[in-house]
C-alpha cells in the first residue's frame, strides 16, 4: 500500500516528509512487486509546475538523488525475491529520475523512471492521498491512480 507522509518517520527510520510508494503489477509477466521510499525536504511542496530530478547509481547497488534537490533519499524497498529491492526481472537500474508533478497537504503525483543499460526503462506513475485525503477515498472523493507503465 503506498503512504504519503507529511511529517513521520519512513522508511530508514529518519523522520521527514516521504512518499512511501508500493507495486504489484499482477498482469506483468515476469514483473514481482516492488516499491520505493522517497524522502524529500522537510517542508517540501511543488505546486506551478513539475520538478524533475535526477538519481545515479553510484556503487552499483542503489540509486542516488541529485545533490541540493527537492529528494533527499531513494530507498528502493524490498521486492519479491530479491535483495537489491529492485524488480528481480530487471535488477538495479544505471540511472533514473523522478519527476514531482504536486506535493502539497493533500497529496504527491508523479512519476518515476528506472533506465537499463540495455536501453529500456520501467516507468511508475503514483497519486497518493495524505491520510486525511484518503479517509476520504472511502467516501467516494478521491480516485487513485498508482499504476505501472
Request: charged share 20%.
Amino acid at each position: 500500500m503506498s503512504r504519503w507522509i507529511r511529517n513521520g518517520s519512513g522508511g530508514n527510520g529518519q523522520h521527514g516528509t516521504w512518499i512511501d510508494l508500493s507495486y504489484d503489477p499482477k498482469s506483468t509477466a515476469g514483473m514481482t512487486r516492488f516499491g520505493v521510499d522517497i524522502r524529500l525536504v522537510n517542508g517540501a511542496v511543488v505546486s506551478g509546475g513539475p520538478v524533475t530530478v535526477a538519481l545515479s547509481n553510484e556503487d552499483g547497488q542503489r540509486l542516488v538523488p541529485a545533490a541540493d534537490s527537492l529528494v533527499v533519499d531513494w530507498l528502493a524497498s524490498v521486492a519479491t525475491h530479491s535483495t537489491t529491492g529492485f524488480p528481480e526481472t530487471t535488477g538495479v537500474p544505471v540511472a533514473g529520475s523522478v519527476t514531482l508533478d504536486a506535493v502539497n497537504d493533500d497529496l504527491a503525483a508523479g512519476r518515476f523512471v528506472y533506465r537499463y543499460r540495455d536501453g529500456s526503462e520501467l516507468t511508475c506513475t503514483f497519486n497518493v492521498p495524505s491520510p486525511e485525503r484518503a479517509a476520504g477515498f472511502l467516501d467516494g472523493d478521491y480516485e487513485d491512480d498508482d499504476d505501472d507503465d
